[in-house]
């Protein structure tokens, strides 16, 4: 599967929208109802009421994507349901989509360089 960039910026509405929307429909729906601005790069994630479909849309620069995925045998990890929006980073959001639990991934670990002893 094609992942975010390392740095994109992820927000994750927490409420179920109504899955018969398409890619206008939902960049409407960020604007009008999270503030958010459709057309910045951002990737916004929504779920459906049953926790086993998923939609996210973004701008590449060149149009609004729109991409969509229906889990065969289990369900979407999901934040509780609640007003507004989260943010995920982008490791978080591959875990999402594969069906993991994203709540127990965390940021990576820099690298050290090793100390020589003089």
């Known amino acids: 599967m094609i992942g975010p960039a390392p740095g994109a910026k992820v927000m994750v509405a927490t409420r179920p929208v109504d899955f018969r929307k398409g890619a206008d429909s939902l960049a409407a729906l960020v604007a009008a109802e ?32 729109l991409m969509a995925k229906r889990l065969e045998q289990d369900t979407f990890r999901w934040p509780r349901i609640q007003e507004g929006v989260m943010r995920l980073t982008a490791a978080q959001l591959g875990a999402l989509l594969e069906g993991l639990d994203w709540r127990r991934v965390h940021g990576g670990r820099r690298p050290i360089a090793p100390q020589i002893a003089a």
């Open 34 to 65: 999270y503030g958010g601005k459709p057309y910045s790069g951002v990737i916004y994630v929504f779920r459906a009421k049953r926790a086993d479909r998923i939609k996210l849309i973004w701008w590449d620069g060149t149009g609004l994507c």
